[in-house]
């Protein structure tokens, strides 16, 4: 949970193998954690404390190098 001291506007968050960050508002606050599942992940949960929200999801894929 953050307090935004703001109007929330967008949120981008990557997810990779070890990491996940998230920023909002264009990266006026950022979080990101290092993550070591136990197994493999396919799901990602947004929680609305208050209100209510629109969200548009994309998923893009990266290359594997």
């Known amino acids: 949970s953050v307090d ?3 109007v929330f506007s967008n949120m981008q968050v990557f997810i ?3 990491s ?3 920023f909002i508002n264009d990266g006026s606050k950022v979080m990101s954690s290092r993550v070591f599942p136990q197994i493999p992940y396919s799901q ?3 929680k609305v ?3 209510n929200a629109d969200l548009e999801v994309n998923q893009y ?4 190098g």
């Not at 894929?61 to 594997?64: A, S, V």
């Open 4 to 6: 935004l001291g703001e």
């Open 16 to 18: 990779d193998n070890s």
């Open 20 to 22: 996940i960050e998230i």
């Open 44 to 46: 990602c949960q947004i």
């Open 49 to 51: 404390e208050k209100g």
């Open 61 to 64: 894929k990266l290359k594997e």
